[in-house]
């Protein structure tokens, strides 16, 4: 009996991971082409049964997760494993494999879409709690993903020897910002219902907050 659950729950988990080679890819051009639409769903989404949840896409945290090991898995094939993992120093002696290194990332990079989560439950003064908070949490990891991933492959190709590939680096920086701060702009719009360039000024202002944190994590765990 017990092996006979356990073969269920392989079958269930096999389905699932491989469900991914579909769903993966349909979400990440989704939050692409239609981030806002993802974003306005999520609330709706998680008022519906576990199994009922996001049945045409990935789970937001599940997709942010696997974009992190997808771009890990990226950096090692075309420039070999991180520096942090054989040459660390202070914190950075807690990263010792590819495994741990995904779940930094994976921590870092699921702080943005927190703190977004959290200062735009600010600036539309609601309260911030778990049920306020998870939504906007979900949704802002639907923008924040793609981000990811070509903030992850910039920094890679900055790794490779040949000083041109900086070039298209910038180029992803700067498209990655370009669409954080677009849709972050027109969400704030969407939601508090206001301006424009009120809805600049908040995205700017979340970008900016993103980025001290990421920055301060990354300075901490590289030694500086």
């Known amino acids: 009996m017990p092996f ?7 079958e269930v988990l096999l389905y699932e991971v491989m469900s991914w080679l579909v769903f993966y890819p ?11 639409a ?7 989404e998680l008022k519906l049964a576990p199994s009922e949840q996001f049945r045409d896409v990935v789970s937001p945290p599940i997709f942010l997760l696997l974009t992190v090991v997808a771009a890990n898995g990226i950096e090692v094939a075309v420039v070999g494993n991180n520096p942090l993992i054989d040459d660390g120093i202070g914190l950075a002696t807690m990263i010792t494999d590819n495994t741990s290194l995904i779940l930094f990332r994976l921590i870092a990079f699921a702080s943005l879409p927190v703190i977004s ?7 539309m003064r609601r309260p911030v709690d778990r049920d306020t908070l998870q939504p906007i949490f979900y949704g802002q990891c639907f923008v924040t993903t793609p981000v ?4 992850s492959t910039a920094a890679t190709l ?5 000083p041109a590939a900086n070039i298209p680096a910038g180029l992803l920086f ?3 910002s370009v669409f954080y701060m677009a ?10 219902k206001g301006r424009p360039l009120a809805g600049m000024l908040w995205a700017f202002a979340a970008f900016a907050l993103c980025l001290l944190a990421l920055g301060t994590t990354v300075l901490l765990f590289a030694g500086f």
């Open 117 to 123: 989560g959290v200062f735009a439950l600010a600036v």
């Open 26 to 36: 349909r979400t990440l051009w989704r939050s692409v082409r239609h981030p806002l």
């Open 158 to 162: 900055t790794r490779l020897p040949e």
């Open 183 to 192: 849709v972050e702009a027109a969400w704030f719009v969407y939601e508090t």
């Open 174 to 176: 700067i498209a990655a």
């Open 4 to 10: 006979l659950i356990f073969l269920k729950s392989f």
């Open 148 to 151: 990811v991933l070509l903030f």
């Open 38 to 44: 993802l974003m306005e769903r999520t609330e709706g």
